[in-house]
């Protein structure tokens, strides 16, 4: 059975970090691009950052996410990561992992995990 699912969301004050996992079963993350995307109420699902297959490795992030996100992936654990530095109140929002043979365009979704900024 394909499943990917999201993990350390929570609640965090304003300037701290958070590290989110997205862990894959029943197909093999190191083939695919691995997307993180987020929702916040009310908003349309932007994405926030990716890391392409293995084979190539390179990352994309958001400029409103850039130099407070890393991307990485653990090919050992099945596992992508997010780690989120430096969080502000916007970033506030349920984030979600998706994994595609493509760019872009996932095959695969998590559930999600919510992040709450805020003091």
């Known amino acids: 059975q394909v499943r990917l699912v999201e993990s350390g969301g929570g609640l965090v004050q304003p300037g701290g970090s958070l590290r989110l996992s997205c862990a894959a079963s029943?197909?093999?993350?190191?083939?695919?691009?691995i997307g993180w995307f987020r929702q916040a109420p009310g908003k349309e699902r932007e994405g926030v950052s990716c890391?392409?297959?293995?084979?190539?490795?390179?990352?994309y992030y958001a400029d409103s996410v850039k130099g407070r996100f890393t991307i990485s992936r653990d090919n050992a654990k099945n596992t992508v990561y997010l780690q989120m530095s430096s969080l502000k109140p916007e970033d506030t929002a349920v984030y979600y992992c998706?994994?595609?043979?493509?760019?872009?365009?996932?095959?695969?979704w998590g559930q999600g995990t919510q992040v709450t900024v805020s003091s």
């Open positions: 890391i392409r297959s293995s084979s190539d490795g390179s990352t």
């Open positions: 029943g197909f093999v993350l190191d083939y695919y691009a």
């Open positions: 998706g994994a595609g043979l493509i760019v872009g365009s996932p095959d695969y």
